[in-house]
């Protein structure tokens, strides 16, 4: 995802909170990968853990600072 496409769908997001399936449909599976390389974790806490990765993402989704890239954030 390009950064301009993420900051169009930072903005989109708070616009729309239904939007926020692209987040989760474009980072899902490359952030699963990263969290059961980094850790120790068994796949079903690793799940767990993307979960309330996503859960903050969408909470904190108006403090996105458009200067960086989405996926940095």
């Known amino acids: 995802m390009t ?6 769908l930072a903005q989109r997001i708070s616009k729309n909170p239904e939007v926020f399936s692209e987040i989760i449909d474009t980072y ?3 952030l699963m990968r990263y969290i059961l390389r980094m850790s120790n974790l ?3 806490d690793a799940e767990n853990l ?3 990765i996503f859960i903050k993402v969408y909470r904190y989704i108006h403090e996105y600072d458009e200067r960086y890239s989405f996926s940095s954030w």
Not at 3 to 8: D, E, L, M, P, V
Request: hydrophobic share 5%; glycine share 0%.
């Open 3 to 8: 950064s301009t496409k993420s900051t169009n």
């Open 28 to 30: 899902q599976e490359k």
């Open 42 to 44: 068994s796949y079903e």
């Open 50 to 52: 993307l979960q309330d």
